[in-house]
């Protein structure tokens, strides 16, 4: 019994060319394992959909077969071109002389606050005594009597 019932599953998952010439069976065949589905789309590391690269630049071809025109010689750069470049050229190495000129100005007055705060460093007040001071102004008269009330009870 076991055995006619794992028969008929596997009739069920198979398709059997049972009767069937050789040449219909590697028909079948083809046909079917062409019907297999394809992986998803996320599973592939390339898909045709998507272009993977830019397009490559190829030059159009003209649609007459005669002989292509040769393309016009170069031509030298007309007056003004050269007038409008010079000018353009004077103009940006006067804004680098400028430049120039601001990070000399702004190192040199670097250098004298540098030297005027050498200078003052004997004449700065102790941060110490600067502290002091700030507590004794802080605190409220009362508290002063206070604290010489309670020495003199010692």
């Known amino acids: 019994m076991s055995a006619s019932v794992e028969q008929e599953d596997l ?3 198979f398709t059997v060319f049972d009767g069937s010439s050789p ?3 590697s ?3 083809q046909l079917w394992s062409s019907l297999s589905l394809l992986p998803p789309l996320e599973s592939r590391l390339v898909s045709a959909d998507i272009r993977q690269r830019l397009p490559v630049f190829r030059p159009q071809r003209s649609s007459s077969a005669g002989p292509k ?3 016009p010689a170069p031509q030298p750069p007309s007056v003004s071109a050269l007038r409008q ?3 353009e050229r004077q103009r940006y190495a006067a804004m680098a002389d ?3 000129e601001i990070l000399t100005l702004l190192s040199r007055q670097r250098e004298q606050r540098i030297q005027k705060e050498l200078l003052s460093v004997g004449f700065k ?3 110490k005594l600067g502290r002091e001071k ?3 102004l802080q605190k409220p008269p009362d508290s002063v009597t206070d604290e010489e009330l309670v020495k003199q009870l010692q």
């Open 11 to 13: 009739d069920k998952c």
């Open 23 to 25: 040449e219909d069976v």
């Open 27 to 29: 028909h079948a065949r």
């Open 69 to 71: 025109p040769s393309a």
């Open 85 to 87: 470049r010079r000018e």
């Open 98 to 100: 400028q430049r120039r």
């Open 125 to 127: 007040p102790k941060l």
């Open 134 to 136: 700030m507590l004794n």
